[in-house]
């Protein structure tokens, strides 16, 4: 009913020649563009390694040709095996207290960003973020300095090199913690404190862990920084520590790329695997 | 079920900065009583509940429950029960776990513990969610998780910070008198903080109505309605007929009030002659009958106009032009005769739903 009458008005309007509306596209925007770039990126995360495999299985050094092996061997895997898992019980022992470390130090830090007003606040969270941008060679030098002759001269280097990559990865320990704790009801610890619930347990019991996810995450991104790191370990460490990516400089310095290759490729192997398995806890761990 | 304890708020101040929050409050709660902290957005009384919770400190002044002072105990020695607007639900424990959080901090024996969950989730009937989490219950349900939550530690005292603001209004009425029944089965002395005046009408036994840090009145919901004792509580409780005027003379109970509308007489509390006062009429407090009836005795009247006139379903809405600058909101009752705009009409009132309010 009301649509015939409505086609009736319509028929009394003048029939001015209406100018076709401009042909918008309903798609969002980087449509076209975004394949290209993604092959792009994948081809440039993929080719380094399948090179460097290539080179360490093949006798000779050919990107184009090099892929297809021609006599495959995996001698220089075995040639390097002792200084291969040496250099990764190495980065672990590095690793892991660097883990610990920001994490006892990192949890405070962020919660106090996050739930307490005191003066300084706002340069403390600038302070943190400091090694994000700056150059990890300067304060390697600066660190080495502090060591070789500064007041903490004579401290293990292994201790050196721990407290280098603490500073280096707390940013990434902090900054998930505070997106995470942002998230998290103030109230939530309050309504423990008023159950009976101590400050300290109020936190242990209700915040923790709802941030659980995010300081995973934290642990994995520290974690990933601290056996990446090379000037910090290389301007702090003795001739007896020899770490992941020391272990591939040494090999390629010793003269020879396609040794350098392999360690790369074992070491590499081993990291990737931790960087997983740490990624698979992160989602898993929601279990609520 | 619980023993219940009297509460006594004593000269409580509390400055932030320049900004004083609270200005020298003090209340006594009976024990087992509703009490609602009325008041708009930073009035303090959030704050001075929190104060009573434990979540900050007076400056000045005490806090007693039960004749002990609690005024600097941390909330976890305090023994309330804290009810909060956001709920504060934990996430990851379900709603059994959620429910004995504290009476596992009480280290009570597991059947016992068992056994209150399963009590007080019956109160609030929920025993059939005891194993979610939080996320997958309605808002309506999370409410009554944090109620739960709250009464199974067997409080001495409970607070409830703006519990219900979460909800639809639907919701919202029904878990008012669910509330009020439920404190009433406990005997749980309560204070309960909102800024919705019909809602404190509805759950309090008595009311303190706040503003700016000070006590404007403490009473019944009837006292609160009824007799406002000051503009602020008269405004704030819904009475929007405000007739300025200058007190005439006093004659004990009552006082004439020269208005623009001329003489009436009003009810007071302390009004002196040649006061500026504003009077208070309640619009359901006025009846509208058709002019030329006789004089009635009863109280106030004023003759005039109806200018507006709209059917709200359970009451019409009138406005009666009384005088060239005084307007009458009337609310008519369903089922009272309609008067047709520009008809003449007589509006009358009992004397002392009238009050003269210092302006």
């Known amino acids: 009913m009301s649509g015939l009458s409505g086609t009736v008005v319509a028929e009394k309007l003048p029939t001015a020649p209406v100018p076709a509306p401009r042909r918008g596209s309903f798609l969002p925007p980087f449509r076209w563009i975004f394949p290209a770039t993604t092959l792009g990126l994948i081809l440039f995360i993929i080719l380094p390694p399948i090179t460097l495999l290539s080179l360490s299985v093949n006798d000779r050094f050919d990107l184009v040709w090099g892929i297809f092996p021609a006599g495959v061997s995996f001698d220089l895997y075995r040639e390097s095996g002792p200084a291969i898992l040496r250099s990764v019980a190495h980065s672990m022992r590095i690793a892991v207290p660097t883990v610990i470390l920001s994490f006892l130090v990192g949890l405070p830090v962020a919660y106090a960003l996050v739930r307490l007003r005191f003066p300084g606040r706002g340069l403390l969270a600038e302070l943190v973020n400091l090694p994000l941008v700056f150059p990890p060679i300067v304060l390697a030098f600066g660190l080495m300095q502090m060591f070789k002759q500064g007041p903490f001269a004579g401290v293990s280097p292994w201790v050196a090199i721990v407290l280098g990559h603490t500073i280096v990865s707390l940013p990434f320990m902090i900054q998930p913690i505070i997106a995470a704790l942002q998230r998290v009801d103030i109230a939530v610890e309050d309504a423990a404190r008023s159950l009976g619930a101590s400050p300290l347990r109020a936190f242990l019991t209700t915040v923790l862990p709802i941030i659980v996810p995010s300081v995973l995450t934290g642990v994995a991104l520290v974690f990933a920084r601290s056996i990446s790191d090379f000037e910090i370990t290389l301007l702090l460490t003795t001739p007896e520590i020899s770490t992941m990516p020391i272990a591939i400089y040494q090999a390629f310095e010793s003269g020879s790329t396609r040794l350098g290759a392999a360690v790369a490729m074992a070491t590499n192997l081993f990291a990737v695997g931790v960087i997983v398995i740490l990624e698979v806890a992160v989602r898993r761990v929601r279990w609520w | ?359």
């Open chain 2, 1 to 359: 079920m619980v023993n219940a304890s009297d509460l006594s708020i004593q000269s409580v101040t509390k400055s932030f900065g320049p900004n004083t929050v609270l200005d020298g409050i003090s209340i006594d709660v009976r024990p087992g009583e509703f009490m609602t902290f009325l008041g708009p957005s930073g009035c303090g009384k959030t704050t001075l509940l929190r104060m009573v919770g434990g979540f900050g400190e007076p400056d000045s002044g005490r806090i007693l429950l039960a004749g002990r002072d609690i005024t600097h105990l941390p909330p976890n020695q305090r023994d309330c029960g804290f009810v909060f607007q956001s709920y504060a639900l934990f996430p990851h424990m379900t709603v059994r776990a959620n429910v004995a959080y504290g009476l596992k901090l009480r280290k009570l024996p597991a059947a016992e513990i068992e056994s209150r969950v399963a009590t007080v989730l019956s109160m609030v009937g929920l025993e059939a969610f005891a194993d979610r989490h939080p996320k997958q219950l309605s808002g309506g349900q999370q409410q009554r998780v944090a109620i739960a939550r709250a009464i199974a530690i067997r409080p001495s005292l409970l607070l409830m910070d703006e519990p219900l603001s979460n909800l639809d209004a639907k919701l919202r009425e029904r878990i008012r008198f669910e509330l009020r029944a439920l404190q009433k089965q406990l005997g749980i002395t309560t204070v309960f903080v909102t800024h919705d005046q019909e809602e404190a009408m509805a759950v309090s036994d008595r009311i303190v109505v706040m503003n700016k840090g000070h006590i404007e009145q403490i009473g019944t919901p009837a006292e609160i309605y009824g007799e406002p004792a000051s503009l602020f509580v008269a405004d704030f409780v819904g009475v929007n007929n405000l007739v300025p005027g200058k007190v005439r003379e006093a004659r004990g109970r009552t006082v004439m009030v020269e208005t623009a509308a001329g003489l009436l007489e009003a009810s007071h509390r302390s009004s002196s002659t040649g006061e500026n006062v504003q009077l208070a009429l309640r619009p359901e407090m006025i009846t509208l009958v058709p002019a030329g009836q006789p004089a009635s005795a009863m109280g106030g009247e004023l003759e005039g106009t109806v200018r507006m006139a709209a059917f709200l379903g359970a009451a019409t809405r009138y406005e009666v032009q009384v005088s060239d600058e005084v307007v009458l909101k009337v609310a008519a009752p369903a089922g009272s005769p309609p008067h047709a705009l520009g008809s003449r009409v007589l509006c009358r009132w009992p004397v002392e739903s009238a009050h003269a309010l210092r302006a």
